[in-house]
């Protein structure tokens, strides 16, 4: 199995990145995906999460209204569009897919992370 993330970098704060998961090697429509971020000397944190159908998804407060998750199980893809980035979204992104949609297991699969800074 392969998550891999892209869509990282550099933003100034306003600005607006999309992350992209593609995964492989699972029967992706069989898994709910959830973004996770950990900033330095923070535990790893659950952005948002869509239903293995994408028909449910939610998100911490703190992003809600500027943080889009959506999925398309036709090309094993997993995005999250964040928009009105602020200093305190800079961490690295990690994509997770899991069969649990409330609780992080361990036979969660994990892609390698992206970061995303967000400074002026």
């Known amino acids: 199995v392969q998550l891999v993330e892209s869509g990282g970098g550099l933003v100034q704060p306003g600005g607006s990145l999309r992350l992209s998961c593609a995964a492989s090697g699972l029967t992706f429509s069989r898994y709910h995906m959830k973004w996770y971020r950990q900033a330095p000397g923070k535990e790893r944190e659950l952005v948002a999460r869509i239903s293995d159908s994408g028909g449910s998804t939610n998100y911490r407060d703190s992003v809600k209204g500027r943080f889009t998750i959506s999925r398309d199980n036709a090309k094993n893809t997993v995005n999250l569009q964040m928009n009105i980035l602020k200093p305190e979204d800079t961490a690295v992104y990690y994509c997770?897919?899991?069969?649990?949609?409330?609780?992080?297991?361990?036979?969660?699969?994990w892609g390698q992370g992206t970061q995303v800074t967000v400074s002026s």
């Open positions: 997770n897919a899991a069969l649990s949609y409330v609780v992080r297991g361990s036979n969660d699969y």
